[in-house]
């Protein structure tokens, strides 16, 4: 319901650590009219067109920084309906300066439904 | 006109597109309802606070300020159980207990006086928790929304249940959604937009406004007839859709607890698209219903790509009707 929004315009950055780029992040909201536990999300991202893989990507809010493939453990933290949350994903050297295609697809456990939630967006942002 | 007891009231998930988009806040949100007159505030805490469950003692004083400042009385509590939280198991009915407890005693913190309880709710979960609205004095009613309907075999489970603990505080809450009469073009023209097949749209829409009741085939006769893609989840999105004839509610009135004034589309302030709210409301004040009709704006999503949404201008108009429907005049606050 919320697809069209869920990359956020200026959010791609590069990430520095220790005077090197260590990898790139974008800010995404959650396509739900309401916030929902972190073990019932899971996102892939794509990049001008190559998935990136899993284990690369980190999900970072309130304070905390988890690995994607630990979500379905994480029962205590939930991503609210109007949080902006990073999107980490760890590429030595980031991305070129310019124009990047991001693609997320984000799939929702949502219990009164049959079958997940899948949210896809495209969008093509410009790198901070 | 009959005397009654019916209030007007707003579901804060009317404004989720301003709110998501960060447009309005809770406090905007309460104000614009109250300067409706509808002074029925419904709330879906996993929408209005990102600390949930966890809110604090400060948000929960913060939220009964904004009642206080613009006269306005939380009513229902929108609640959810996430059965499958975990993903290699559903949660057990004890678990389901422990999670409607939680939200019983939040509401109660939040002042609402009514809980819509989500259809997947196991019953044997409801029926537990009777004791609990009791002791916290929130009335819990499961949420009739389509494609449920009052005579679902999965309906009749809880009803079952309210009519054997036979207590005030179980009842259901009906979603007007059951009434969708003509089919809202909000949601053929968007699916039209995004590349289904004019004609073959036109022909789904036919075929509803007919309430057949052999709909279930729908998606595979646009198969046959040449469908493409969109064509087909357009044809299973309208089976998701329900009319039945608004005389059906009448037996059930002694056992609603908050009503979801439901719309997609108001034609001015003289009509829902869809919606027959002017058979419906009198059939509530004749049976003597006495909660809120409690608007559920759910247009959004489906004109997003084509305009702004103004979700306030569309519950706007949705009270405007409803005060014209329950008699109130123009000269009271809030009607016009």
Redesign the interface.
């Given at each position: 319901?919320?697809d069209?929004?869920l990359l956020e315009e200026d959010t791609l950055l590069n990430v520095e650590q220790d005077g090197a780029v260590i990898g790139w992040s974008v800010g995404a909201?959650i396509g739900y009219?309401?916030?929902?536990?972190l073990?019932?999300i899971d996102v892939s991202l794509s990049i001008d067109g190559a998935a990136v893989p899993r284990e690369r990507i980190r999900v970072q809010l309130h304070g905390k920084d988890y690995r994607l493939t630990d979500l379905?453990d994480v029962?205590d933290d939930?991503w609210?309906?109007?949080?902006t949350v990073t999107l980490f994903v760890e590429q030595p050297g980031g991305l070129t300066a310019g124009s990047h295609e991001v693609s997320l697809e984000q799939s929702l456990?949502?219990?009164?439904l049959a079958i997940p939630s899948v949210n896809r967006v495209s969008r093509q942002l410009t790198l901070a | 006109m009959t005397s009654h007891d019916i209030k007007r009231g707003v579901s804060l998930y009317s404004y989720q597109e301003e709110v998501f988009l960060r447009k309005m806040n809770l406090e905007d949100a309460v104000r614009v309802s109250a300067e409706m007159g509808a002074r029925g505030i419904e709330v879906i805490p996993e929408q209005s606070f990102d600390s949930f469950p966890n809110l604090s003692d400060a948000e929960i004083a913060g939220w009964h300020a904004l009642h206080e400042k613009y006269g306005t009385t939380p009513t229902a509590y929108d609640m959810f159980i996430d059965l499958k939280r975990r993903p290699d198991r559903v949660m057990t009915i004890d678990e389901g207990v422990e999670s409607i407890i939680r939200d019983i005693k939040l509401a109660n913190r939040l002042g609402c006086t009514a809980m819509r309880v989500i259809v997947n709710t196991p019953p044997e979960v409801f029926e537990r928790a009777a004791p609990y609205a009791e002791e916290y004095n929130v009335r819990l009613g499961v949420e009739i929304h389509s494609p449920m309907r009052l005579d679902h075999r999965w309906i009749q489970q809880f009803l079952d249940v309210i009519h054997k603990v036979d207590s005030r505080y179980l009842g259901i809450v009906p979603d007007m959604g059951i009434f969708v009469r003509e089919f809202p073009r909000v949601v053929s023209e968007r699916f039209k937009r995004d590349g289904a097949t004019p004609e073959l749209v036109d022909y789904i829409v036919k075929i509803y406004n007919d309430h057949p009741d052999d709909m279930e085939t729908l998606s595979r006769e646009v198969a046959w007839r040449g469908g493409n893609a969109l064509d087909v989840a357009f044809a299973n999105n309208v089976v998701g859709y329900n009319y039945v004839e608004p005389e059906t509610i009448v037996p059930h009135i002694p056992y609603i607890v908050h009503i979801h004034a439901k719309f997609y589309e108001m034609v001015g302030d003289e009509r829902e698209y869809s919606i027959p709210y002017e058979e419906v409301v009198p059939l509530l004040i004749a049976g003597g219903y006495d909660g809120y009709l409690s608007s559920e704006y759910e247009g959004n999503r489906h004109i997003q790509d084509v305009e702004p949404v103004d979700s306030v201008q569309q519950v706007r108009h949705q009270q405007a009707m409803l005060a014209r429907l329950l008699g109130e005049t123009a000269t009271e606050e809030g009607a016009r």
């Open positions: 319901m919320f069209r929004y909201r009219y309401r916030g929902l536990g073990s019932m379905p029962l939930r609210g309906f109007s949080e456990r949502i219990s009164y | -």
